[in-house]
C-alpha cells in the first residue's frame, strides 16, 4: 500500500491517502499534540470526507470522546486499541 501525502485545508498534521479494499483512507497522527490540535485535525479530516467509500482514521494518544460528541450522529466511528496504547479510530459518513 502506498501511501501519499495529501492538504487538507487548516491542518496543522500531515495527512496521508491511500486505497484499500475499494476504499479511499485519509489519516492523520495526533499522538504527538495536545489538544485542541487532534479535534481540529480530525474535524478538517472529515470535511475529506464525501461518499460511502471515504474513510478518516486518525491516531491518538487516547480515544477522543469529546470529537464523538462534537461530531454527534453525522459520522460514525469504531475504536481500537493498539499495542503502543494509542488508540486507532476510523470514521465514515453516516448519511447517505
Known sequence: MQ???VEVALSTLKFYKYEEDGLVFYEFDATKCSPPEPMVNAINGLRMLKNENDRLVGIFFH??????????S????EAQELQSGDVRVVFKKSNF
Open 63 to 72: 480515544e477522543p470522546l469529546p470529537l464523538y460528541e462534537k461530531i454527534g
Open 74 to 77: 453525522m459520522f460514525s466511528h
Open 3 to 5: 501511501k501519499e501525502l
